[in-house]
């Protein structure tokens, strides 16, 4: 809640520092399960793609294969049908044939009809029915394992199992039909050996990419062959395959092919699985050294992370002890409280102003510790800081006549939130004095200034007095002289006489605006139209102004712009500045000489500028022209315009110049607060020339 140390956690958070120094091992253990955790998972994910892809071509291979087995069914018993009907048709040459009666022709037109009938007929064979060959097409194919295929044919009533014959001369299959004849007529079978060409190219195109279709029967010692190729049929070295048991068991899919003894098998090309289990073991491995570097490169940003707060932490201890420090040796009272108001934190300075240790003073509250009603103020003052998030300053009472300035101020947390005060209490005795001394003196020096300028006006004022006071004489003397006449006319010496009474008067109040002007007093703020103030000041120069040759314009941008001021001190601001003007235009004695005077607005500050036709002012003259003691005049004591600026920042304005203006001279800028309401005169409590 508390800056680090100030709420008694500074040993609690550098112990934890010490502990998180010890989590090296446990950082370097957790990225090992993680890396762990992260190959299990993504090993699974592989495993699962590849069991998908199996899938996948699993169901290829069943498709493929049940195509294929239903196509070559339909090829077998379109066949078997061709066959039948060759052997009908040929019948009569058949049984001659058979019986020795037929000639070469016979045997010749056979020939060219079963070519007809079957391109790819590989020989064709007539026998008994017990397996003696009586037509042979020259290729002598009829071996032990044909013999039983007939003997079978015969016994199981022309039923016809489909076998592979592997031959050096070519492997091939039979089809078996009984020739047709007349009842109690010898019995002889007729078959055709075919190549499986056309078997084979209904395998061809039935075959996705990656996978091998393949016929298998049963071959030579009950092993299983299949016919590699198309072409595999027509090789005499090698026509037949023997399948290894290893590879059959990988067969994909396989299905046995009605009316044969083949079963039809879908086995992978080598390079099928391979490919896909090197490309998702190879993604596989480029994630994990992904995840491995990811580990390695977030281990070393923990390290540095941690490198960085262990430093932070140090730094904030060292801060937290120099902060210490600096707040024990003040000799202001300091002290942090929480909402509640419970001392959080206390300097001695402050426990030693109180007259407790701080002891008795941590962890209590403003009413155990105090006497009511200054715990009361204190909590009152505590909350409205805390509530409205703002400091508060002022004078707290304190023990005989000394001056204790109090000051408050919230404490937010992490979050932003308000979460107490921190308070500290100034002894400003010595510094109020001070202050009363230098504000004497000022008055004093601005007294001197008056009546230097009252000294300047002298001749002016003397001849503003002189008027009135010859005009009282001369209707003295009228009234005299119709006293004298006996008989005066009463309207007529009423009326001389009230003019010896105004003159009377306008001499006294050019005698009162002197005094009131050069007199000691008090600062009294009065809201007051800045108009009529102008043009006031201004008549104390006419004579001035008449004598230096030098016209004057006021000029009003708008009416009624009222301020708060002391008249005599703002009157003397700007006499100052046009005496200053006047000195400036009579030393370059320039002609013509004028001298403006504006009243205008500037947003909530009301503003007068003093413009002449001077010579102006160069940049190092403006930078240095409100110090003390530096003065542009001959005779100048550099003090004027430096109590001028005293005077405005008094009233809380600016005063500010321009090096040149419209007019050629320099241009003086009066900023004052403008005020909104004037309804009664009332004291304004301010700093210096103002502040008492």
Known sequence: MFPSGLDGAGMQRASGS?????????????????????????????QE?????????????????????????????????????????????????????????????LRRRVQAFFPEVFAFTLVDGFGDILIDSGHDLVGDVCRLDIADFVLHGHQQVLRLHPHPLGSHFDVMVPVPGRPGAQELVFFISLSPESLTRVLADAQPPGHRLVLVTEGAGGQAVVDVSAQSWRAAEEPVEIIP??????????????????????????????????????????LM?????????????????????????????????????????????????????????????????????????????????????????????EHWVMRSGRVDMREEPADGDRTVLGTRAPVYNDAGQVAGVVGVRQDVTELKQAEEVLRRHQLELAHVDRLSIIGELATGLAHELNQPLGAVVNYAKASLKLVRQGTPDRQRLEQVLEETVNQAMRGSEIVRKTREFVRKGQPHFVCTDLE??????????????????????????????????????????????????????????????RLRLTITRSGRNACILVADSGPGLDRAQCARVFEPFYTTRREGTGMGLAICRTIVEAHGGHIDVQCRGELGGAVFEVSLPLEETCDEEMPRESTGLSGR
């Open 245 to 286: 048991a290893a590879q059959w068991v990988r067969a994909l899919y396989q299905a046995p092919v009605p009316g044969t003894a083949w079963i039809l098998a879908d086995l992978p090309e080598a390079g099928l699985f391979e490919e896909e289990r090197e490309r998702v073991w190879s993604e596989t491995a480029v």
């Open 532 to 593: 009529e103030l102008v043009r006031q000041a201004a008549g104390f120069a006419a004579s001035e102004l008449r004598a230096r040759k030098v016209s004057m314009e006021i000029v009003a941008t708008e009416v009624g712009i009222q301020v708060r001021c002391d008249r005599i001190q703002l009157e003397q601001v700007l006499l100052n500045l046009i005496f200053n003007a006047l000195e400036a235009m009579e030393e370059a004695q320039l002609v013509p000489r």
């Open 49 to 109: 793609r590849l069991h998908g892809f199996s899938a996948v071509q699993r169901e290829l291979a069943a498709g493929a294969v049940s195509g294929a087995v239903s196509q070559i069914g339909v090829r077998v018993s379109e066949l078997n049908r061709s066959v039948r009907i060759l052997a009908v048709e040929e019948a009569p040459r058949l049984r001659r044939l058979a019986s020795g009666a037929g000639d070469a022709g016979d045997l010749a037109a």
């Open 289 to 381: 050294v992904g995840v491995v570097l990811a580990a390695g490169l977030m281990m070393v940003w923990s390290w540095r992370t941690e490198r960085r707060r262990m430093s932070a932490e140090r730094l904030l201890r060292d801060s937290h002890a120099t902060l210490s420090a600096v707040v024990e040796a003040m000799a202001d009272g300091v002290y942090l409280k929480d909402r509640a108001g419970h001392y959080r934190l206390v300097n001695e300075a402050y426990a030693r102003s109180l007259g407790r240790s701080r002891s008795a003073l941590l962890g209590r509250t403003d009413m155990e510790v105090l006497d009511p009603e200054t715990a009361e103020r204190n909590r009152s003052v």
């Open 18 to 46: 010490r502990w998180m120094g010890r989590t090296g091992p446990m950082a370097l253990a957790y990225s090992v399960v993680f890396i762990g955790v992260v190959a299990a998972l993504l090993t699974w994910q592989a």
